[in-house]
C-alpha cells in the first residue's frame, strides 16, 4: 500500500502539534514576545480518546489575554481574546468573561502562535505543501490584518523576523507558493508563469528536478520504515512507482519580507533563490 504524501503530512504536523501543546510555556518561541503568565486549566475527560484531558489555557499579556479551549480535537474548539485593564487579573475559566471576543474559526485561525506587540498570530491545524497558514489580527478589535502561508519547520521558528514599527509589523519569513503548472514536468513554460505569479526573477531557476527527486526519496523511506518486513530493495522499488509525482504542481518557496503598515501592505521577495517541491 502506498501512503498518499498528504496523509503523511497530515500526520507529522499532527504530532508536531502535539510535541509543541506539551511544552511548558507554547508558542512563545522568538521571535513572539513572551507572556507575562501561561496558566494551563484541566478540564474534565476529552471524549477525543481514552486518558486524553480537556484543556483550558491561557496567556496574560500587558493589555490583553488570549485564552485556549482545547477538547483534544484538530484545532482548538475555541480562541478569543480579552482586554486588560491595568493590573487586571482576571480568573482562567471556560466561561466567558467581560469584553471576551472569539476569533472566527476560518481554516487559518485553528491554533494561538503568539503575540507581537498588539498583533495576535494564529495559525492553520493542518499543513499543506509543507507550509503553515498563519493569520494577523489586530488586539483592538479582533480584525485580520494578514494571512499566508509560511514554510514549516520543526528545527527553526516559522518567522525569521517579526519587527514592530509605528502603526504596524514587518515581517520576514520563507512564502509557499503552490503553482499551477509542474516544472518536473513542464518544463521552463511552468517556471515563467511561477515567477511572474510571485514576482520572483525568471532566472536562476530554482532546481526542481532535484526537489522532486529528494521528495520521492523521503516519502519512499518513511513509507519502507512503516513495512513490518525490512526489504533492502524497499526504497528503490517505491521510488520507482511514485515517477507520477513530477506530474504534481510545483510549490515554491522563497524569502519574502512582508510590511504591514497602516492599512497599506507590501510584500516582496528578498532576492534569495527558491527552492521547489512536488505539492501535498
Not at 165 to 173: C, I, V
Not at 204 to 230: I, M, T
Not at 248 to 262: D, F, N, R
Amino acid at each position: 500500500m502506498i501512503i498518499p504524501r498528504s496523509v503523511l503530512a497530515a500526520l507529522t504536523f499532527a504530532c508536531l502539534f502535539a510535541v509543541a501543546q506539551a511544552r511548558e510555556v507554547p508558542w512563545s518561541d522568538p521571535p513572539f514576545d513572551r507572556p507575562l503568565q501561561v496558566r494551563t486549566v484541566k478540564t474534565g475527560k476529552s471524549e477525543s480518546g481514552p486518558g486524553l484531558q480537556n484543556e483550558l489555557r491561557c496567556f496574560t499579556y500587558a493589555q490583553f489575554m488570549i485564552k485556549e479551549v482545547d477538547h483534544q480535537e484538530l484545532g482548538d474548539d475555541q480562541i478569543s481574546i480579552i482586554p486588560l485593564a491595568p493590573g487586571a487579573k482576571p480568573p482562567c475559566q471556560t466561561a466567558k468573561l467581560p469584553g471576551e471576543r472569539v476569533f472566527s474559526r476560518d481554516g487559518i485561525a485553528d491554533y494561538f502562535l503568539g503575540v507581537k506587540g498588539t498583533f495576535v498570530f494564529l495559525s492553520a491545524a493542518d499543513g499543506v505543501d509543507l507550509g503553515l497558514g498563519f493569520a494577523i489580527y489586530r488586539s483592538a478589535d479582533s480584525a485580520l490584518v494578514f494571512s499566508d502561508s509560511a514554510r514549516f519547520d520543526d528545527k527553526k521558528p516559522l518567522f525569521s523576523a517579526i519587527d514592530v514599527e509605528q502603526d504596524g509589523l514587518r515581517l520576514r519569513y520563507t512564502r509557499v507558493h503552490r503553482g499551477p503548472c509542474s516544472v518536473a514536468t513542464d518544463g521552463a513554460a511552468c517556471w515563467a508563469r511561477i515567477a511572474t505569479e510571485t514576482s520572483l526573477p525568471p532566472a536562476p531557476a530554482p532546481d526542481c528536478a532535484a526537489g522532486y527527486l529528494k521528495s520521492r526519496h523521503d516519502l519512499a523511506v518513511a513509507f519502507c520504515k512503516e513495512q513490518p518486513k525490512k526489504d533492502p530493495a524497499c526504497v528503490t522499488r517505491e521510488m520507482a512507482r511514485r515517477t507520477s509525482d513530477d506530474q504534481s504542481p510545483s510549490v515554491v518557496g522563497y524569502e519574502i519580507e512582508a510590511t504591514l503598515l497602516g492599512s497599506g501592505q507590501t510584500v516582496h521577495p528578498l532576492g534569495t533563490t527558491a527552492q521547489c517541491w512536488p505539492a501535498d
